[in-house]
């Protein structure tokens, strides 16, 4: 069944500094499961978080897409700074603003892409969290970062976010690059990176494309598989062989301690963010894992 949806604007508080969300809502949905979606690194709302959260909304589930600190409407400084641990803080909240919004007592969680390590480490954290759901997720240690990178890579970022931080306590400055490039090697992400690029897909107004340098530790050191033990309820994962880093993906779901189900499909990175067909079989394998999470848990 597919319902009608409307738009809630929410917002809450997160660190001192206000953050502000769209609220998916499905009309004349029977109260069930609400779920906080969050997306790639760097991104807002007004991209993949908003796509699965109006997609979940339609499938009759209340969906929160939010700006985390830094990003896009919401408050907070240094901005366009990619920090898990920011962004785990901010999914904290994001729980209690669903909560007091929905009155739901089955929240879930959905990531994807890097939005799925911070998702995890929140639900492993959170009692409030009955479930979590991650598409196309980025998940690395601190082997798989090495891989990704180069271990020359790796100590090059670092190096370099580290210095951007000295400079940015000095002068309040923040040294900034593109997220993505075809052509700038310094960027983030360097080659044809589709999404991002295309004004119909990612290449949204309210994302500024860049990604501020002094990240790099934090995102480079960050093990989100580390967290997978700590993890007990239920899991869905939805990747392909050919997304981002699938070893990241076996590794993580075999060091979870509860149930979980991993799913297959077929498609590129980009094409979880909003092609067809495998946007929608991603959806409705998210969606039906959520429905079915009150019915085993409560």
């Known amino acids: 069944?597919?319902?009608?949806?409307?738009?809630?604007?929410?917002?809450f508080r997160s660190g001192?500094?206000?953050?502000?969300?769209?609220?998916?809502?499905?009309?004349?949905?029977?109260?069930?499961?609400?779920?906080?979606?969050a997306g790639s690194w760097t991104t807002v709302k007004e991209q993949m978080a908003g796509g699965y959260a109006r997609g979940l909304a339609a499938r009759g589930l209340a969906a929160l897409a939010f700006d985390f600190r830094g990003f896009g409407e919401s408050g907070g400084e240094p901005r366009d700074l990619e920090s898990p641990e920011r962004k785990v803080e901010d999914l904290r909240e994001a729980v209690g603003a669903l909560v007091a919004s929905t009155g739901s007592d089955a929240v879930g969680l959905l990531g994807v892409c890097a939005g799925a390590g911070y998702t995890a480490v929140a639900a492993a954290e959170d009692e409030r969290v009955r479930s979590l759901a991650l598409v196309a997720p980025w998940l690395h240690d601190e082997g798989l970062v090495e891989a990704v990178y180069g271990a020359d890579g790796v100590r090059a970022r670092i190096r370099a976010g580290e210095e951007a931080a000295r400079e940015h306590g000095r002068?309040?400055?923040?040294?900034?690059?593109?997220?993505?490039?075809?052509?700038?090697?310094?960027?983030?992400?360097h080659g044809r990176c589709d999404y991002y690029v295309d004004a119909d897909r990612g290449a949204v107004p309210e994302?500024?494309?860049?990604?501020?340098?002094?990240?790099?530790?934090?995102?480079?050191?960050?093990?989100p598989?580390?967290?997978?033990?700590?993890?007990?309820?239920?899991?869905?994962?939805?990747h392909s062989d050919d997304a981002a880093i699938p070893e990241g993906?076996?590794?993580?779901?075999?060091?979870?301690?509860g149930p979980s189900e991993l799913r297959w499909l077929s498609g590129t990175q980009y094409d979880f963010y909003d092609r067809e067909p495998v946007f929608t079989e991603a959806l409705n394998a998210v969606a039906d894992h959520f429905r079915d999470v009150p019915s085993r848990i409560l």
Not at 207 to 223: I, Q, S, T, Y
Not at 249 to 257: P, Q
Request: net charge positive; aromatic share 10%.
């Open 1 to 11: 069944m597919r319902y009608s949806t409307q738009v809630e604007r929410v917002v």
């Open 16 to 37: 001192g500094d206000l953050l502000v969300g769209d609220l998916h809502r499905p009309v004349g949905a029977d109260p069930g499961a609400a779920v906080v979606v």
């Open 171 to 189: 002068t309040g400055r923040t040294a900034y690059v593109p997220v993505v490039s075809e052509t700038g090697e310094a960027a983030a992400m």
């Open 207 to 223: 994302w500024p494309n860049r990604f501020a340098v002094m990240a790099w530790p934090g995102w480079l050191r960050f093990d």
């Open 225 to 238: 598989i580390s967290w997978a033990s700590r993890i007990t309820v239920p899991v869905l994962v939805v």
């Open 249 to 257: 993906v076996r590794k993580f779901r075999a060091g979870l301690s």
